[in-house]
């Protein structure tokens, strides 16, 4: 091994040891605020699953980007919300975080489903 070589292993090793390259840890870290967009199409919506902040404001912009797809609508069962996705069109729907929980959420023919939880 050449001096450099060792030289950029022990520097990798005391970046590490300091914590130089920290990991996420916590799921809470990934959790979101603001407006959210979401595409309905022909696989379902996308993303599927989102985490929010709990107490921060939140809201998910729903588009609907085909006309192959029964996601013509978006149904919160929990929240007695039921939305038109117009072709093209965002649609935002505000999610109360006040409270951790989890919401799901539809087509209206509840083939694609997804998922928000609050934390």
């Known amino acids: 091994m050449t001096l450099r070589t060792n030289l950029f292993g022990f520097a990798m090793l005391a970046a590490i040891s300091l914590g130089g390259f ?5 799921a809470a870290d990934d959790a979101k605020s603001g407006p959210i967009a ?10 599927s699953s989102v985490t929010l902040k ?6 998910l912009v729903f ?3 085909t006309d192959a797809t029964c996601a013509t609508e978006v149904v919160f069962p929990d929240l007695k919300i039921k939305k ?8 935002t729907i505000d999610v ?3 409270a951790p929980r989890s919401l799901t959420f539809t087509c209206g023919m509840a083939m694609f489903k997804g998922a928000v939880v609050i934390r």
Do not use: E, H
């Not at 979401?38 to 993303?47: E, H, L, Q, V």
């Not at 038109?84 to 649609?91: F, G, H, N, S």
């Open 63 to 65: 588009t609907r980007t």
């Open 22 to 26: 920290a990991c996420k840890n916590s």
């Open 96 to 98: 109360p975080t006040d």
């Open 38 to 47: 979401i595409t309905a199409d022909d696989k379902g919506f996308t993303p």
């Open 54 to 59: 709990k107490g921060a404001p939140a809201s």
């Open 84 to 91: 038109d996705l117009p072709l093209k069109t965002p649609v």
